[in-house]
């Protein structure tokens, strides 16, 4: 079973003309929901769709994204591909995506202050600690398809099925890699952003 990871640091602002040349790369449902989004907010979900369509390209040699569909818990999958999984995050200046040939979860953050009582909750003394606690669980959530309600309880522990990676991408942020059918490689393709554009 392989596992793929793929990263940007997101440098610069999206110029208008680059949104409107990008959007119609992304599949009609995609480019609808980013649209639905104010402008300053639609750089990291542009780039993290971007990202995801250099990896297949990388991986598959597919030109343009096949259709996207949803679970009924709001994972995204290939309904024409069902054997091609992958899961994308966005955070402030960077996107990660993963591809595998089984469930995958991937999670970054930006390392910012977070909430005492979020913090309390996981059992973190630090931002950092905090951060690297949530993406694990979001990872893993996004993994098993479980939905978001699932990370915020405690932290159940590894399925013998599962595997799990923090991975140290870019300074000043977390990031994590869950699988459901193979090892998680240590490396991780890091794009340019003039790559994913």
Known sequence: MTVNLWAAWLERPLEPGEVQRLLPLLPPERRKRLLRLPVEKRREPLCAWLL?????????????????????????????????HFNLSHTEGAVLAGLSDSPIGVDIQQ??????????????????????????????????????????????????????????????????????????????RICSMEELL
């Open 52 to 84: 995801l369509r250099l990896a297949l390209r990388e991986s598959y040699g597919w030109a343009e994204l096949p259709p996207v569909a949803l679970t009924d818990r709001g994972k995204p999958f290939f309904p024409d591909h069902p054997q091609v």
């Open 111 to 188: 390392l910012r202050p977070a909430a005492p009582r979020l913090m309390e909750q996981v059992g973190a003394d630090s931002e950092e600690a905090f951060f690297t606690a949530w993406v694990r669980r979001e990872a893993r959530t996004k993994c098993s398809g479980r939905g978001v309600g699932a990370m915020l309880r405690q932290e159940s522990p590894l399925e013998p099925v599962e595997c799990c990676r923090e991975l140290k991408i870019f300074p000043g942020y977390a990031a994590c890699a869950a699988s459901r059918g193979g090892p998680i490689p240590e490396t991780v």
